[in-house]
């Protein structure tokens, strides 16, 4: 794994460097990491059903996938989406042969333009709707419940605001300290928040569950949390059409 080293673009964007490091920074800055990467595999391998596709919004480097992968082998075909250049060339490399199978694709797909043609049990969309305008989340979650099979399941994982200020600064606050215990440093953090800024754009908790809630799901509930970090599962009903 290559270690980041405070690396921020002027303005963020998954490039190659971020690329490179992306693994590092991820197991840096998301408190629990492991934790939250557990529970998400462990949901999916429950939900999947054989004959249906598994699909990652926002791959990047395919780490969601390379999990499921690893424990329930070629059960479902696995559908990678990402617009990053550099995270497509690292997800394709590293699915070669499950690619040239066809049992893994990865999609150079936009979700603001349309959503791709699946037939999926699980979607996890891993961090990735806080990077997306707020004007296209409704569309896009709508486009993942009509593509989820009945009984399906979207994993939903996000940085989120607090429902106050001051809860909001409280764990912001928390999330900042978690960061330095981890080896970044004040200016570390700071580049990397002026880099997002503008560009990872998180909302509260509720907001997400009314979200999926009014995308069609019937059982939506938070599966893990640490301060402005949360996870959902969202099912869709076994007798929706």
């Not at 490179?20 to 840096?28: E, G, I, N």
């Not at 939250?36 to 999947?48: D, E, F, N, P």
């Not at 009509?146 to 200020?165: F, N, Q, Y």
Request: charged share 30%; with cysteine.
């Amino acid at each position: 794994m290559t270690r980041d080293t405070g690396y921020a673009p002027d303005r963020w964007e998954f490039d190659g460097e971020v690329t490179r490091v992306f693994d590092d920074m991820l197991a840096r800055s998301i408190p629990q990491y492991e934790v939250m990467r557990s529970v998400v595999l462990g949901l999916a391998l429950r939900y999947a059903s054989g004959g249906t596709d598994v699909v990652d919004l926002g791959c990047a480097r395919g780490e969601a996938l390379a999990r499921f992968e690893a424990v329930r082998g070629s059960t479902c075909r696995l559908v990678g989406v990402e617009v990053s250049a550099p995270m497509l060339a690292a997800a394709r490399e590293r699915f070669a042969e499950g690619i040239e199978s066809g049992r893994v694709v990865v999609l150079d797909h936009d979700l603001r333009r349309g959503y791709p043609d699946v037939s999926a049990s699980v979607t996890m969309a891993v961090l990735v709707l806080q990077f997306t305008p707020i004007e296209y989340r409704h569309q896009i979650v709508r486009s993942i419940y009509r593509s989820t099979v009945p009984g399906g399941a979207a994993i939903v994982v996000e940085k989120v605001l607090g429902d106050t200020a001051e809860l909001d600064a409280a764990m912001v606050d928390a999330y900042l300290e978690s960061k330095e215990r981890r080896g970044y440093s004040r200016d570390d953090v700071e580049r990397k928040r002026l880099a997002l800024e503008g560009v990872l754009v998180p909302v509260t908790a509720r907001w997400n569950v009314e979200l999926l809630r009014a995308a069609g799901f019937s059982d939506v509930d938070c599966v893990w949390r640490w301060h402005n970090f949360a996870a959902w599962l969202a099912l869709r009903d076994p007798d929706s059409r």
